[in-house]
Nanobody, 122 residues
Framework: QVQLVESGGDLVQAGGSLRLSCAVS????????MAWYRQAPGKQRELVAL???????NYADSVKGRFTLSRDNAKNTVYLQMNRLKPEDTARYYC????????????????WGQGTQVTVSS
C-alpha cells in the first residue's frame, strides 16, 4: 500500500529547531502536492505549510519566516524545517499528499499519516 510516514518530532526547548519528514512509501509516479497540518488538543487541525509540484510554497502566518518546506523528489519525501520554535508550536504534526499513482489515473489524496509529536517547552 502507498502510505505516508511522518517522523522527526521530539521534545525541544523554545528557540530550538526540528526537521520533520514526510515520506511516501510504495510505488507512485509523483507527488503533486504535500501539506503539513498540526493539531493541538482541543483545537482544530490547521494548515501549516503547503508545497506544490511546481515548488510553490505557502505558509501559515504563524510560522512564516520560521518554517521552511523542501522536497527530495528522488526519495518521495518532503521536509519541514522548523526553526525558532515556540511553545505554541506544540502539536501533533500530520502530512497530507496528493499523488499520481499511475498513468491515466486521476491524482488522489492519501490518507493521513499517523503524525509525529512536537513539544516545545518554555
Amino acid at each position: 500500500q502507498v502510505q505516508l510516514v511522518e517522523s522527526g518530532g521530539d521534545l525541544v526547548q523554545a528557540g530550538g529547531s526540528l526537521r520533520l519528514s514526510c515520506a511516501v512509501s510504495g510505488r507512485i509516479l509523483s507527488i503533486n502536492s504535500m501539506a503539513w497540518y498540526r493539531q493541538a488538543p482541543g483545537k482544530q487541525r490547521e494548515l501549516v505549510a503547503l508545497i506544490t509540484s511546481g515548488g510553490t510554497t505557502n505558509y501559515a502566518d504563524s510560522v512564516k519566516g520560521r518554517f521552511t518546506l523542501s522536497r527530495d523528489n528522488a526519495k518521495n519525501t518532503v521536509y519541514l524545517q522548523m526553526n525558532r520554535l515556540k511553545p505554541e508550536d506544540t502539536a501533533r504534526y500530520y502530512c497530507k499528499a496528493e499523488i499520481a499513482s499511475s498513468y491515466g489515473v486521476r491524482p488522489s489524496f492519501l490518507d493521513w499519516g499517523q503524525g509525529t509529536q512536537v513539544t516545545v517547552s518554555s
